[in-house]
DNA sequence: AGGTTCAAACAGAAAATATGTTTGCTATGT
DNA sequence: ACATAGCAAACATATTTTCTGTTTGAACCT
C-alpha cells in the first residue's frame, strides 16, 4: 500500500509546518487534493492531526505526549527488539502484568503464543492476546482512555489490588536514577504504582530516549525497579547511576 | 464474498450429515479440494466444526450450546430488531450494563452512538463499542471465555458488585415463567445474576424460540425481571404467564 | 510399500480498495 | 446577499489484495 507512506508524509509535513493547507499538501504528495481530503479526515479520525476547513494542523503541542497511533508506528523494530529480550526474561508458567503503551504492546505480541497467566492494561494488548490458545488472559476492570485505550480508574486498581503477579512489565514516559520513573498522566500513573506494587519483579521497557527525559507524574524511585531493558544508545552515565541503585539494565 | 456462503453451506452439511469428507464437499460445493480445505481450517480456527484427516465433523454435541461464531451470523435482523427496540427504551444518560451473547452484541452497536455509560460484559461488545465519542465505557474485570469473550469470575462479579447501574440488559439461554431465567454455563449465570442485582431496572432480550426452553443453570426468576424484549412467534401462553409475574413482554 | 491426504508455491481470476474527475452543495467572508 | 473556496457524493478507472485451482512434493495412515 503507498497510502500508508502518504500518509507519514503528511503526518510529518503538518507536524513540521505546524499546519498546511490541503493544497499545498496535494502539490507536496503528487496527488489530488480529493485524496489529501480523504487521508485528513483518515488521519484526523486517529487523532494524529486536526482538521479545519482548508487545511489540516499538527495536534502535537508542548510537551504531551504524541498519540497513540503515532507512536505506535514508530521505531516498531526497536520495540520488537526490547520485547523479545523481555521475553526471554519471562519464564514459562509465569503470572505477568504488562501495562499499556506501544512498547508494552510489542512485548504482550512477543508473549502471545506462550503458557502464560497474562493481564494486559490496555486493550490494544487485550486484542493481541485474545484467542491464544495456551495463555490465561485476565481482565481488568476500569475506564479506557481514548485511542490509547490504557485502563485507568478505581476498578483498574482494585482488580490490581486483588492479585499478586510474578511480573510487571512497566513502560514509562521518562526514566532517571534521580527523577525515578515517571509519567505523563497522573491516572496512568497510579495504576503503574497499583501494577508495580502487586508484582513480586517489576521490568521497566524504555527506549533510550526516555533515561533523559523526566515526565510529570512520579510513579516509583528507580530503587523499586528490578530490571530496565533498553536499547545501546541508552546514556552510560544513566545506565551506571540505575545499575548503582540496584537495578540491572539490559541493552538490546 | 462467495466464500461466505460456501461455508455456511459447508457448516450446514457438516452438522446435518454429522461428518463428511473433504472430497464430498468439494462436489457439493463444486469447488476444488483445495478449496474445502482450506475453508475447512478456518472454520475450525473459528470453533465452527472440527478438522480430521480426510474430512471434518460437527462441532455441536446434545444440548450444548453452539459456538458463538456460529450464533453471530444466525438470524442478525431479528436480533438487530430486538436491539433497536431496546435501544429506544434506554434514555440518555443512564449507566447501562450489556450482558455477553449475540443478541446483546446487536445491543451494544445499536447504542454505540448514545449518550450513555455503558458497562459491557464481553469483549465483542467492548470492541463495538470503543471510539464512541459520547459514550463512557466501563470496562469490568474477569477472564474471557474463548471465543464467546464472556468476562467472568470473580473480578467480574466484583466489578459489578461495586456499581449500580439504571439498567441490564440481560440475554438468555432460557427463559420461561415456571423456570425463570436459565443458562448454560455456570460462571456465565453467576455473572448474570451479579449483574441482575446491580441494576434498577432489568431488561431481557430472549428470540422466540428461548421462550420454550430451559437451560441448566438458574440465574433468577422471571419475577425479578421488569421488561423482557420478542419476536412475534413468541408462544402466547408463555407471553401471558411472564405477564402475569409482572414482567412487561414486548413483541417486535 | 502404496495410496491418500495434506501443505506450499504459483498463476490466473475475482473482488475490494484507492484514486482522480466531475458535479452540485455548503460554509465563510465581505 | 453574493461570490468564492472548500467540500462531499457519484462515478469511472486503476491498483492492490484476496480468492481459487493446479501442480508438486512431503507427511500420514494402514
Redesign the pocket.
Known sequence: ???VD?HRQIIDAVRRAGQL???ELAERT??????V???L?LLAEQGLLE?????AKSVLLRGEEPPFALRATDGIEVKERIAASVAEMIADGEAVVIDAGTTCLAVARALARRRLTVMPLSLHATNALVGAPQLRLLMPGGEPRPGELALTGPLTEASLAALRFDTAIIGCCGLTAANGLTAYDLADAAIKRAAIASAHRVIVVAEAAKLSRTALALVAPASALHAVVTTDEAPDAEVAALHSLGVAVRRV
Chains 1, 2 share one sequence.
Open positions: 500500500m503507498a497510502s502518504r493547507s490541503v493544497v503528487g496527488t489530488s487534493e480529493m485524496t481530503r480523504r487521508d479526515e482538521r479545519y476547513r482548508g487545511g
